[in-house]
């Protein structure tokens, strides 16, 4: 199962982590993962293109971690911005949540 942690400080998403795998299929056909992949990274390579920053990254080599931290010295319009479009990211996992909570569940803290 694919866990998904949102954090927050107040309204704002600062950072997000994913870990495990998704085993919907067998490998290179799960539906799961790839979605999962593709919004995430999608969301992480918007974030930086359109608001200028690099983020902290932490990736596990094989796969199945990926965590990723608003820098806290960006400017608040910035942060506003790119919590934006992780809050995009987020619907799109809550969708894949609700059609394969088998395999992804969703956590906020």
Do not use: W
């Not at 969301?43 to 596990?60: E, P």
């Not at 965590?67 to 960006?74: A, D, F, G, K, T």
């Not at 942060?79 to 995009?88: D, N, Q, T």
Request: proline fraction near 2%; charge should be negative; aromatic fraction near 10%.
């Amino acid at each position: 199962m694919i866990h998904v942690n949102i954090y927050r400080h107040h309204k704002y998403i600062t950072a997000f982590e994913l870990s495990g795998h998704a085993d919907s299929g067998p490998y290179g056909y799960d539906l799961v993962c790839a979605a999962v992949s593709a919004v995430s990274f999608g969301s992480v390579n918007a974030v930086m293109k359109l608001c200028h920053t690099d983020l902290d990254i932490d990736q596990g080599a094989e796969g199945g971690y990926l965590r990723v931290e608003i820098p806290s010295s960006l400017n608040a319009q910035m942060k506003e911005k790119a919590s934006l479009l992780l809050e995009g990211m987020v619907i799109s996992l809550e969708t894949i949540e609700r059609d394969y909570g088998k395999f992804i569940k969703i956590h906020y803290k």
